[in-house]
């Protein structure tokens, strides 16, 4: 039974990190499965305090993933046109021109929504900026905790 724990939490870990990158696969939460299934053999063991560390982790970096971005627009002078223009953005990107348009897509949107509100180019442009900064924020929090976890997850193994 614990080869098919480590095999599933392998999955997990590699899963969690592609999900960092990849918006359709929620990252940290899969790479915090991957630690508790390592957990729930019998030679790996972490302790409670981490277990309950790294699930708090895990929810606050999940949640500021959908809130950066938010307030990376708003930060550089977005509407609630171009913060929707955004998530909108991301959703067609994701779906429509992958892995491209997961970058793209968030910053089309933003400039597409406050163009639509009536605002300049250059303060649209300026909005989409805002909404790309959040972005890559916010893919660089899911990397950092994913990545831990799974140097956590290979430490333990050996």
């Excluded at 991301?90 to 009536?118: H, Q, Y």
């Excluded at 972005?135 to 140097?151: D, E, I, P, Q």
């Amino acid at each position: 039974m614990d080869y098919i724990l480590i095999f599933l939490g392998i999955v997990m870990m590699v899963s969690g990190l592609l999900g960092c990158i990849l918006p359709v696969l929620p990252g940290p939460p899969l790479s915090y499965i991957g630690i508790l299934l390592l957990h729930f053999t019998e030679k790996h063991q972490f302790s409670s305090n981490f277990l309950i560390g790294w699930a708090a982790i895990t929810i606050i970096v999940y949640l500021l993933d959908y809130l950066i971005p938010i307030w990376g627009t708003k930060r550089f002078g977005g509407s609630k046109r171009g913060i929707w223009g955004s998530i909108i953005g991301l959703m067609i990107g994701m779906f429509v021109f992958p892995p491209i348009g997961i970058i793209v897509g968030p910053f089309a949107g933003a400039v597409i929504g406050e163009l639509s509100e009536g605002k300049q180019s250059k303060e649209a442009f300026r909005s989409g900026l805002g909404s790309f900064i959040g972005f890559l924020v916010g893919t660089l929090l899911k990397l950092v905790a994913s990545g831990m976890m799974t140097w956590y997850f290979i430490a333990e193994m050996i």
